[in-house]
C-alpha cells in the first residue's frame, strides 16, 4: 500500500519500488535517514523534486526494506530518485532526475555577463595569436578563415555545447555527456585528453604574454629572466583562481574590455591609410596549410570547455544558451575587426606577421603610446585566458571526481569553494609544458582536442538515437538526422588538421592518449583495492541506462 502522511521510514538507507503497469518501467527511490512522507505527487523528503510524467493513480505498489548501511554513521548518506533512461513499450520518457545542490542558490555562482566574457576567454581573447594565419596564407584567406570558419566549427560546437550543457548541468561537463552514451571508460578518456589539451593550451597564455612583451623588455627573449618571468605569472594567475570562480568571472568582465578597447581606437586611427586592394592578396601557391589550419583551430575551438563550469552557473537551463549565443559573436568580431585594420592599413610583409606583430603595427598606426597601450592589452587578455582556462580545467577535475572517476581528494574545495587539488594539478602542467614553443604547443593541443571532440560527436548522436525524448531544455532543431548533419562538416576538418600533423606532434600525441587508455583501469583496481577513496557527490542526478545500469 502507499504509505500516507503519517508513515514514516527511518532506516538508513530503504529503497521503495514503484511500478508503472502500463509503460512497464520502475522508479527506484532511495530513502536516506531522514522521515519522509509520501504526498500524491512524487517528491523527495528533500523537496528535490524527480522530473516525471503523471503516475497513474491505480499503480501497484510493493514496498521492500532493504539491507541497512554498514559503512557507520561516518559514511557519506545519499538521497536520491533514480529514473532509468529511455522510451519502453511507447511509454513517455521520465526523465533524467534532477536533483538540487545545497549550492544551486550560491551567491557566488555566475551570472549571464561574466560568463559570456569566461567563454570570450576559453576560446578566445582578442586577436593576439591570429597574426600566423597571415604568415601562412596572406590577407584574403586570414580574413575569408575567420569568416568561414566559425560557420563550419564555431557555431556546431557551441549548439551542442548549449544542448547538452543544459541536459547535464554539472561541472564534469563532456564527461559526462561520453559517459552517458559511451560508458565510463570512453567518459575518462574523453576527461584525460580534454584536461591535457586544456593544460597544454594553458602552457602558451605564458609565452604568448612574454612574446608581446619582450620587443619593449629584450630580456625576456630567453634564459633566466624568461623563466623566472614565466613562473611569476604561473603563480599569480594561480592563486587569483584559488580565490574564487566569482572574482575570476569578473575580473574576466574588466579584462576583456580593456583588451578590446585599444584595437577600437587603433581601428579609428587606422581610416585614412585602410587599402581595400589590400586585403584581396592571396597567393594560393604559397601556402603553409598546417599553420594556417592550426591557428585558425586553435583561435576558435574551445567552446565546450565552459560546460565543466556549468555547475557554477546561476540557472544554466536558461543562462548557457544565450551566453553562447552572444559570445560567438564577440569571438568572431574581436578577431575580424583587428585583422581588416591591420592588412588594410599597413603594406604587406607576410613574414613579420608573427604572435606580437600587432604592436608593432600600433606603432605604425599611431605611435610609441598606442604599442604600449596594445601590449598592455596582450598582457590582460592572456591573464583573462589563463584564469578562465585553469578554471575550466580544475572544475573539469572536481566534477570526475564527484563522478567516482578520480579519487575523492580531487573534489576538495577551497574556502572559497573553488577545486583546490585540482588547480594544483593544472598549474603543475602548465610550469612543466612552458618550455615549447608556440607552433609546438598549439599543434599538440589541437591533436588531442580533436581526439576529445571525435568522442563528443559520437556522443551528441547516440544521446539523441538512445533518449529522443530525454529533457533537454535547449534541443538544436532537426532530429536525429539533424544531429548527424550538423557533425559532419567539423568532422570533415577533424580530419584535415589531423592529416597535416607533423610526425612528432602525431607520436607525442597518440603516446598520451594511450596513457589515459592504461591509466582508466588502473584507477578501477585503486579503487577495488581501496587504496585511495573514490565516491560520487549526492549533490548530483543519477544518470541511467535504458537497462537501469548507473554510470559513474
Not at 533524467?96 to 545545497?102: A, G, K, R, T
Not at 609544458?433 to 604547443?441: H, P, R
Amino acid at each position: 500500500m502507499v504509505p500516507t502522511s503519517s508513515e514514516t521510514v527511518q532506516n538508513s538507507k530503504t529503497k521503495s519500488s514503484i511500478e508503472v503497469p502500463n509503460a512497464q518501467q520502475k522508479v527506484e527511490v532511495s530513502i536516506t535517514e531522514k522521515k519522509i512522507s509520501a504526498p500524491s505527487s512524487p517528491a523527495s523528503a528533500n523537496g528535490e523534486t524527480a522530473q516525471t510524467e503523471t503516475l497513474s493513480a491505480s499503480a501497484a505498489t510493493d514496498n521492500k526494506a532493504l539491507q541497512n548501511s554498514q559503512n557507520g554513521d561516518d559514511q557519506k548518506v545519499r538521497g536520491e530518485a533514480t529514473i532509468p533512461m529511455g522510451n519502453y513499450n511507447d511509454a513517455e520518457y521520465i526523465g533524467i532526475n534532477e536533483v538540487v545542490s545545497p549550492r544551486a542558490n550560491d551567491p557566488r555562482k555566475l551570472s549571464l555577463l561574466p560568463l559570456v566574457f569566461l567563454i570570450f576567454y576559453e576560446v578566445s581573447g582578442g586577436p593576439f595569436g591570429v597574426e600566423d594565419t597571415v604568415q601562412a596564407a596572406g590577407p584574403l584567406l586570414a580574413l575569408v578563415g575567420f569568416l568561414v570558419f566559425p560557420i563550419i566549427w564555431s557555431i556546431p560546437e557551441a549548439l551542442i555545447t548549449a544542448e547538452l550543457g543544459t541536459m547535464f548541468p554539472e561541472n564534469s561537463g563532456y564527461v559526462v555527456w561520453v559517459s552517458s552514451a559511451l560508458g565510463p571508460f570512453w567518459g575518462f578518456q574523453q576527461g584525460w585528453v580534454k584536461w591535457l589539451s586544456g593544460v597544454i593550451d594553458n602552457a602558451l597564455y605564458p609565452v604568448l604574454f612574454l612574446d608581446y612583451l619582450k620587443s619593449g623588455i629584450p630580456a625576456l627573449g630567453g634564459g633566466l629572466p624568461r623563466v623566472i618571468a614565466v613562473l611569476g605569472i604561473t603563480l599569480v594567475l594561480t592563486y587569483m583562481n584559488y580565490r574564487g570562480l566569482t572574482i575570476v568571472g569578473w575580473v574576466a568582465v574588466m579584462l576583456g574590455i580593456l583588451s578590446i578597447l585599444p584595437f577600437v581606437v587603433m581601428g579609428l586611427i587606422s581610416i585614412p591609410k585602410l587599402r581595400p586592394t589590400r586585403w584581396l592578396v592571396a597567393d594560393v601557391h604559397n601556402v603553409d596549410w598546417n599553420l594556417y589550419l592550426n591557428t585558425l583551430f586553435w583561435n576558435l575551438n574551445y567552446w565546450d570547455s565552459i560546460s565543466t563550469l556549468v555547475g557554477e552557473v546561476h540557472n544554466p537551463k536558461k543562462t548557457l544558451p544565450k551566453a553562447l549565443f552572444y559570445a560567438v559573436i564577440l569571438v568572431v568580431l574581436s578577431y575580424f575587426f583587428p585583422l581588416l585594420v591591420g592588412t588594410g592599413a599597413v603594406p604587406l610583409e607576410r613574414d613579420l606577421w608573427t604572435d606580437g606583430y600587432f604592436s608593432d603595427i600600433a606603432k605604425i598606426l599611431g605611435g610609441v603610446w598606442l604599442r604600449w597601450w596594445i601590449q598592455g592589452a596582450a598582457a590582460l587578455s592572456n591573464m583573462g585566458t589563463f584564469v578562465a582556462e585553469m578554471s575550466s580545467d580544475s572544475f573539469q577535475l572536481l566534477g570526475m571526481a564527484e563522478r567516482g572517476m578520480l579519487p575523492e581528494f580531487f573534489a576538495k574545495r577551497s574556502r572559497y569553494g573553488t577545486p583546490l587539488v585540482g588547480i594544483l594539478f593544472s598549474a603543475f602542467g602548465v610550469i612543466l609544458l612552458s618550455w615549447m614553443s608556440f607552433q609546438e604547443i598549439v599543434a599538440a593541443e589541437n591533436f588531442l582536442y580533436c581526439f576529445g571532440m571525435i568522442l563528443e560527436f559520437i556522443a551528441f548522436v547516440r544521446l539523441r538515437i538512445k533518449f529522443p525524448n530525454a529533457s533537454r531544455p535547449f534541443k538544436i532543431p532537426g532530429g536525429t538526422v539533424g544531429a548527424i548533419l550538423l557533425c559532419i562538416p567539423p568532422t570533415i576538418l577533424i580530419g584535415v588538421v589531423l592529416a597535416f600533423s607533423s610526425v612528432k606532434v602525431m607520436i607525442i600525441s597518440l603516446a598520451a592518449v594511450a596513457i589515459g587508455l592504461v591509466m582508466q583501469p588502473c584507477l578501477k583496481r585503486i579503487e577495488k583495492k581501496r587504496w585511495l577513496k573514490f565516491s560520487i557527490s549526492s549533490d548530483l542526478p543519477d544518470i541511467h541506462h535504458d537497462t537501469g545500469a548507473l554510470l559513474h
